[in-house]
Nanobody
Framework: QVTLVESGGGLVLAGGSLKLSCVASGRALSNYAMGWFRQAPGKEREFLATLSWSGASTYYDGSVKGRFVISRDNAKNTAYLQMNNLRPTDTAVYYC???????????????????WGQGTQVTVSS
């Protein structure tokens, strides 16, 4: 089983950038497709982006497409989320997730992602 640990969150001004990291331990990250999600206080968990096992295929939610970039370095067992042009509405706890069984691609919901990190807080001030 793999364990995921996110880092890189923090406080940033609107228009700024942050790069989140998700380090895997226990099993090679190359065995998993990766996803990034977020949850703001009082709101449902929201899908942001997903990345295939090799990194060749990506898919983004419309709210972040063009601003966020998902990537991975399997040699470092790490996935990333580069976030640019951040807005106060991006304030949330950000989670990375992994899954190894997908009936469709891109996934239609979070169900295939069975392994989750603990989350990292991102706060964007205006």
């Amino acid at each position: 089983q793999v364990t995921l640990v996110e880092s890189g969150g923090g406080l940033v001004l609107a228009g700024g950038s942050l790069k989140l990291s998700c380090v895997a331990s226990g099993r090679a990250l190359s065995n998993y497709a990766m996803g990034w999600f977020r949850q703001a206080p009082g709101k449902e968990r929201e899908f942001l982006a997903t990345l295939s096992w090799s990194g060749a295929s990506t898919y983004y939610d419309g709210s972040v497409k063009g601003r966020f970039v998902i990537s991975r370095d399997n040699a470092k067992n790490t996935a990333y989320l580069q976030m640019n042009n951040l807005r106060p509405t991006d304030t949330a706890v950000y989670y990375c997730a992994a899954g190894d069984k997908f009936s469709t691609w891109p996934p239609k919901n979070a169900d295939p992602f069975t392994i989750w990190g603990q989350g990292t807080q991102v706060t964007v001030s205006s």
